[in-house]
């Protein structure tokens, strides 16, 4: 979101609201519980890594800025991007704004769990960003 893009309209699949959460999440998946204290020490590392620190990998801290209409999707069974992560990020949009919650869909197989409603969706979003510009 830095800097905005200039679009009439967004659809974000399973985004992370933070890297500290989106961190922890796949940490508990493979180590369980305590998975959760080795995130401060990986992020520790990040801007050495990777030349970007965790501060500025925080969409929750900008979503509320984009302008344009977002439909915001995610599954329900999603381990690392979790349906609160989702209602968190989409709490802190700025409307216009949907979320949809594919149920039984993991992080990467929204289309596959609900093929013909996804793209009855998103086109239907994308219709109606048309129609109104």
């Not at 599954?75 to 609160?84: C, K, L, P, Q, V």
């Not at 700025?94 to 919650?101: G, H, M, R, S, T």
């Not at 769990?113 to 994308?126: H, I, L, N, P, T």
């Amino acid at each position: 979101a830095v800097p905005p893009l200039q679009v009439d309209a967004m659809v974000l699949e399973s985004v992370y609201p933070t890297i500290e959460r989106a961190t922890e999440n796949r940490l508990r998946k493979y180590l369980g519980p305590a998975g959760r204290w080795l995130v401060g020490p990986l992020l520790a590392t990040m801007r050495l890594q990777l030349g970007v620190s965790a501060k500025e990998l925080r969409p929750i801290d900008h979503i509320g800025a984009i302008k344009c209409p977002v439909l915001l999707i995610n599954g329900e069974a999603d381990a690392n991007t979790t349906r609160e992560d989702a209602e968190f990020l989409y709490a802190a949009g700025a409307a216009p704004k949907e979320l949809w919650l594919i149920p039984h869909a993991g992080h990467v197989d929204l289309h596959l769990a609900a093929k013909v409603d996804y793209e009855r969706r998103v086109a239907s979003f994308f219709r109606e960003m048309i129609r109104r510009h």
